[in-house]
């Protein structure tokens, strides 16, 4: 069986006479339909509206029905309760009807503001088994989660998502109120993402025995193919193995994450000492006298419950719900400058934090296509026109981030959408004819919510004054990358920091007030502007290692993750840089995953190899960056029919390298240039006002700053990238060559080796 449950029968009526017939009642979870069709279990708003449910992210296209089989103790009369939403009221963007048997009963998501009950009035069942559909009508992310029957005409569920709702959830499906335990661990993991996973492979790897809990159907978090963020930051042991080189193949393939996530899922199922909880939600914690017994975990499709024990809890969790619910200190929002005495800081404290994005992307048919008109989604548009969206999609600084979460990523679904209907309906009719959304996430990709407090707090002057520590554990190298709010209310601009490599301590990793808990990823022990850089994927995984590391060295020593710190901390820092006894422990056990495109990482201290590549041709409508890598959607006008050259990207676990060329006159070379990572030209390069936009696959554009100089004839040598961006863009790379005085000019570029 796909699922454990579908509907669970229960005969109850507490306040009915003695003697009187007791009502009937099903409660049908939509997330446990037999048959889901198009329709996607979301389970991420689940500790605000209690429980995962149906969406149907169609795209403005309806999606297949759902469908499941369902067991009445009688036939008759049933009231239906159905728990939606309408999304956006009272425009009602995603309807959907209810069938049972092949007769409608109505139609919902209509109705009145927020997550209800909406009732669908009396019904007819006609045997002690029936056949309900979930049949969409808009494929604009229409929303169900459960059904409720019931042969009493007065009853009605409980309308809030608290204890109440749950309990009553509880008794109707046959779930007892203390789940059962699912065993007892050396460490129990919440949370899969990159910091999660490395920390599991670790612990396992040493000798731990781990749970690992994670409640999405496949591993990764923000990298995974449900978000696709590309994974900043620098690696290392295990990382690199959990993190499978998403960056060297991102650009290159539009849909690298299917296999970074199976090669994610071999990693770990390689490890022996780890159990794997796919689409298992923790959503209660068991703590008392500052230690954790505890967590208990629900699966998001079939209802199940289960109780976690270990010595030692990780919260990977991103939004720190296990530390919260414990009971440790944690801050939300901005420190003002005077607490730290951060230059970057606001004057005063406030609750902004960073925004949560998602991505999309359109594509090219062989038909013509159309997309309906949507003026519920041009609310939040406005007039602008687009055809995909990256980061810099993003919303919610000024919203609770957990609270507020689904709100955020509807408000991000109708500017995506309302977007996409400007480009397509109004602004380039005839450029988009045929073109259509070829993806939009439906998972928002978040980057800052609670921050717990440990028994330090990284801050801003610590990153920039490259501060030593004698605990530190994990490096950072990404730049104090903070986001604002700019025009749209959902487009950002960054404001880059600049950083050298600077340590992170171990005591940012552990709770100050719960014994037994540790930390990795985004909710660490930091200021909102440390966490700026230290939030990356890849430096989430070095701070996985050291505590997976930790965990080991709790059990070896009967200890806590602050007695690591005092005790034996010279023995945490030999295993995560691999030292003395542990100089093989934590050894590679897989290679790079092999994605067209994509570029092994070279051991290291190797030189990243020269690429090859080399193209020289003139400049037209075919023209591509980074020899056929990425599509040009701009380029000036008076550069047609120049001749360009471009270069191929290289590997991505290293600065992008020079390149060089022979021209038989004097020319004018213009570079493109993509500016991040503290990049800086030569002297003798100008800046110019010119631009050039490209597209890596269905991603969204990116914008190249273009840089000048005269050249005499002979050698052109162009410069390499040596700022830390330079390993991911494989940038600059494509020169235009213009004759000086307008004469022709012949280019000759070296042959690939």
Not at 672 to 687: I, M, Q, S, Y
Request: glycine residues 10%.
């Amino acid at each position: 069986m796909r699922r454990l449950t579908v509907a669970v029968l229960a005969a109850v009526l507490a306040a009915a006479p003695a003697g009187a017939a007791r009502a009937a009642e099903v409660l049908v979870e939509a997330e446990s339909f037999a048959e889901l069709g198009g329709w996607l279990v979301d389970a991420q708003f689940m500790d605000i509206m209690g429980s995962p449910y149906l969406l149907a992210h169609g795209l403005g296209k309806p999606v297949a029905p759902a469908r499941t089989q369902v067991e009445f103790p009688d036939a008759g009369a049933y009231r239906l309760w159905v728990r939606t939403k309408d999304w956006v009221p009272p425009h009602h963007p995603g309807t959907f009807k209810v069938v049972i048997d092949g007769v409608p009963a109505g139609v919902f998501g209509n109705h009145g503001k927020g997550w209800l009950w909406q009732d669908g009035g009396t019904v007819q069942i006609k045997g002690k088994k029936a056949t309900i559909e979930l049949v969409d009508l808009t494929g604009f992310d229409g929303r169900c989660d459960a059904l409720f029957f019931t042969t009493d005409a007065r009853a009605a569920p409980p309308a809030q998502p608290n204890e109440q709702m749950a309990s009553w959830r509880r008794k109707l499906l046959g779930l007892p109120e203390t789940p059962p335990s699912a065993g007892q661990f050396d460490l129990v993991v919440v949370g899969g993402g990159i910091a999660g996973t490395a920390a599991a492979v670790t612990a396992a790897r040493l000798g731990c025995t781990v749970a690992l809990v994670h409640d999405r159907p496949m591993l990764g978090g923000n990298a995974s193919q449900e978000i696709r963020v590309h994974t900043g930051g620098a690696g290392g042991k295990v990382v690199d193995e959990v993190n499978a080189n998403y960056n060297a193949a991102a650009a290159a393939d539009p849909h690298p994450t299917v296999k970074f996530d199976e090669r994610r899922e071999k990693v770990v199922a390689a490890e022996k000492n780890i159990q794997e909880f796919l689409n298992w939600h923790v959503f209660r914690v068991q703590a008392q006298n500052k230690r954790i017994a505890g967590v208990d975990a629900q699966h998001t499709i079939t209802g199940q419950q289960k109780r976690f024990a270990a010595t030692v809890f990780l919260d990977s969790t991103g939004d720190g719900s296990v530390a919260a619910w414990a009971g440790a200190e944690f801050r939300m929002g901005r420190e003002g400058r005077d607490e730290f005495g951060e230059k970057t800081a606001p004057e005063k404290p406030d609750k902004m934090t960073l925004g949560t994005s998602i991505t999309w992307g359109t594509r090219e048919t062989d038909r013509e296509t159309a997309f309906p008109a949507v003026p519920w989604a041009k609310e939040v548009s406005k007039d602008l026109a687009a055809s995909s969206g990256d980061w810099t999609w993003e919303y919610g600084h000024y919203l609770d981030t957990i609270q507020d979460a689904e709100e955020i990523r509807d408000h991000l679904l109708r500017a995506v959408y309302g977007s996409w209907s400007t480009a397509k309906n109004e602004k380039d009719t005839a450029k988009f004819a045929r073109s259509e959304l070829a993806w939009v996430a439906h998972v928002g990709g978040k980057r800052e919510s609670r921050r717990i407090i440990g028994d330090y707090i990284l801050t801003e002057n610590d990153i920039v004054q490259t501060r030593q520590f004698p605990d530190g554990v994990a490096t950072g190298t990404w730049s104090i990358d903070l986001h604002y709010p700019k025009g749209y209310d959902f487009r950002t601009y960054a404001q880059f920091g600049k950083v050298k490599p600077y340590p992170i301590p171990f005591r940012c990793l552990y709770s100050k007030d719960i014994e037994n808990l540790m930390l990795a990823g985004r909710n660490i022990s930091e200021t909102h502007v440390a966490l700026g850089s230290t939030r990356v994927m890849n430096t989430g995984g070095q701070m996985g290692v050291a505590v997976g590391a930790a965990a080991y060295l709790c059990k070896k020593h009967a200890t806590t993750p602050r007695g690591v710190y005092q005790k034996h901390l010279p023995e945490l820092l030999a295993i995560v840089k691999g030292e003395g006894e542990y100089q093989e422990t934590l050894k590679a056990k897989f290679g790079p995953v092999s994605v067209p495109g994509g570029s092994a990482k070279p051991p290291p201290g190797a030189a990243a190899p020269a690429p090859s590549g080399h193209k020289a041709s003139v400049l037209d409508a075919a023209t591509t960056r980074c020899s056929d890598q990425f599509s040009l959607v701009e380029r000036p006008k008076e550069w047609d029919g120049l001749t360009c050259v471009t270069i191929a990207r290289g590997s991505t676990s290293a600065p992008a390298p020079a390149f060089a060329f022979e021209a038989d006159k004097p020319v004018t070379v213009y570079l493109a240039v993509h500016e991040r990572g503290d990049f800086k030209l030569p002297a003798g390069w100008e800046k110019t006002d010119l631009r050039v936009r490209w597209q890596p696959g269905t991603g969204a554009p990116h914008t190249d700053a273009v840089y000048r100089r005269d050249f005499p004839a002979g050698k052109v040598e162009i410069p390499g990238h040596t700022g830390f961006d330079g390993r991911y863009f494989g940038i600059p790379n494509m020169a235009v060559v213009r004759g000086q005085g307008g004469t022709a000019v012949k280019v000759t570029v070296p042959a690939a080796p």
